[in-house]
């Protein structure tokens, strides 16, 4: 898994996400919901492909925060969906965010416990456990979450990558304040054994089909807010 910038033969920008093997190129997405950006087209389909005898889709970033995206890559397919973020540690309307000041950072190996508490807390872990699990659970899906830690241009960002699995339960996290990785067994029991497996089959789409699909001015500018306001 790759991601990087891809301009198509008419020279539209987009944010794209790849998947490769051994034999070459298995995946492209590009990302729904770009931060606003002059440069950047938003992308228009959705991806689901198989890897080693697993429907996975791939969303990025923003584009697990609208909820019908994850949904939509579900009933494609897909029971695996990777999610590659650059996510919390950000001021917002949302109370307890904000940012993590970058001296914690420096001073991680002398004081962990400082920066742990700030990066699990309301600005870091607590906000993504208020949705991340609700979307495995939702769609009884695996979700391969993954985040930066350390510093990000200007801005320090807290990690938490995870798998969460169909049942909403954390099954595996990075937690090395620095680079890390992590690994887990899925099992595909999960899938079927979810309440999210009853759920989807349980929809009817025939009372609320028109209303999902209601013409509205698709807003995409996302205002951050700086750490004075």
């Known amino acids: 898994m790759a991601g990087l910038f891809e301009k198509d033969e008419q020279d539209n920008l987009f944010k794209a996400y790849v998947c490769v093997d051994k034999n070459g190129l298995l995946a492209k997405y590009h990302k729904i919901h770009p931060f606003i950006n002059p440069h950047l087209s938003p992308g228009v389909k959705y991806c689901v492909f198989e890897l080693y005898g697993w429907k996975c889709g791939i969303l990025i970033c923003y584009d ?6 994850v949904r939509a890559t579900k009933l494609l397919g897909a029971d695996i969906i990777f999610m590659p973020h650059v996510t919390m540690c950000t001021p917002s309307t949302r109370p307890g965010a904000g940012f ?20 699990d807390g309301m600005k870091g872990r607590e ?3 208020k949705w991340l699990p609700a979307r495995a659970y939702d769609n009884a899906i695996y979700a391969i979450f993954s ?11 807290n990690g938490c990558s995870m798998i969460v699995d169909p049942f ?8 090395t304040l620095g680079d890390d990785f992590t690994m887990a067994v899925l099992t595909p029991e999960k899938l079927t054994q979810a309440g999210g497996y009853r759920y989807v089959k349980a929809r ?3 009372l609320y089909s028109k209303i999902l699909a209601q013409e509205h001015q698709s807003v995409q500018k996302v205002v951050w807010l700086d750490a004075n306001h």
């Open 64 to 69: 697990n925060n609208v909820i019908e995206n």
């Open 100 to 119: 993590v000041d970058p001296q914690l950072w420096e001073n991680r190996e002398a004081d962990p416990t400082s920066l742990r508490l700030e990066f």
């Open 127 to 129: 906000w993504l456990m």
């Open 147 to 157: 985040n930066a830690i350390g510093m990000d241009h200007d801005q320090l960002k």
């Open 168 to 175: 909403g339960d954390v099954i595996a996290e990075c937690r």
């Open 204 to 206: 009817k789409p025939e």
